[in-house]
């Protein structure tokens, strides 16, 4: 049985313990309005109180995942009258976008970019922010942002080196080429690329198969990575060591070990 909610340009549904959330102005390849952007911070906030929830997909509706930020948004566009006030796109960035960004990146559960066609700009940099990346063939990545005079945003400039290293990141960024699905999988930048035709299958198995793990180890193995990232090697094995410390009191640790010697499938229910 699945479950609703309400919100202006997103649907939002739980099917067991997997919580889907899809972008929804096909009309506009699910380009980001205001009301999106506040919507899919609640959107978030309510799945990481739902303790059922276990996995997230984030995803489009019809042939796009996200073509960016709607430029004609009162909120980003420029006033085109001479001499007038500038628009401090830099504002909207530090008012809704880093909060989006960090609360995807702080969920409890798994959260899966189901990139089912473009992903550009910071329709892009949202995606790449999810832990795992599933993309269709026919999907494509674009960094947009200097085709407009801008600097990659929603956290571009951060995952971009991270994923393809700093040639990879330059190029993409500064060129604006399209990269299909295929070569974002070849590049690193995205874990799969799926036809077409096998990608709800394939999303809904990877789905399922992070909800019946251990969801807190998985979150939990997020947060060590990244901040791996800003750590010397000793920094990072005392970082591991803290957090086996707080794993090994759980549930599913004893669950885990339980189930191995006894030769069964582990049942896990951390959170």
């Not at 899919?40 to 739902?50: G, N």
């Not at 892009?124 to 960094?143: E, K, M, N, W």
Request: charged letters at 20%; a negative charge.
């Amino acid at each position: 049985m699945s479950a609703g909610a309400e919100y202006e340009d997103l649907i939002v549904e739980r099917e067991g313990h997997v919580t889907t959330i899809t972008l929804n102005r096909p009309e506009r390849l699910n380009a980001i309005s205001g009301p999106m952007l506040s919507g899919l911070s609640r959107a978030l906030m309510a799945a990481e109180a739902d303790t059922e929830t276990r996995v997230i997909i984030l995803t489009g509706a019809g042939r796009g995942f996200c073509a960016g930020q709607d430029l004609a948004d009162p909120a980003v566009a420029p006033d085109l009258t001479p001499g007038a006030k500038p628009t401090d796109v830099g504002n909207v960035i530090e008012r809704f976008y880093k909060p989006l960004a960090l609360r995807i990146r702080a969920m409890p559960v798994p959260v899966i970019a189901a990139v089912n066609g473009v992903a550009a700009g910071a329709g892009a940099s949202i995606a790449l922010g999810c832990d795992i990346v599933i993309a269709t063939r026919s999907a494509s990545f674009i960094q947009a942002f200097s085709k407009i005079g801008l600097v990659p945003d929603a956290g571009g400039t951060w995952l971009l080196p991270r994923l393809v290293g700093r040639a990879n990141a330059l190029a993409l960024a500064m060129t604006g080429d399209k990269l299909p699905a295929d070569e974002a999988q070849r590049m690193g930048l995205i874990w799969k690329c799926v036809d077409d035709a096998l990608f709800p299958a394939e999303v809904a198995a990877t789905a399922a198969r992070l909800a019946a793990m251990p969801v807190k180890a998985l979150a939990a193995t997020r947060a060590v990575i990244d901040a791996s990232m800003r750590l010397d090697y000793a920094e990072a094995l005392s970082l591991e060591g803290q957090w086996q410390s707080k794993l090994s009191a759980s549930h599913d640790y004893l669950e885990g070990v339980a189930a191995f010697l006894a030769k069964r499938p582990a049942t896990f229910s951390d959170r």
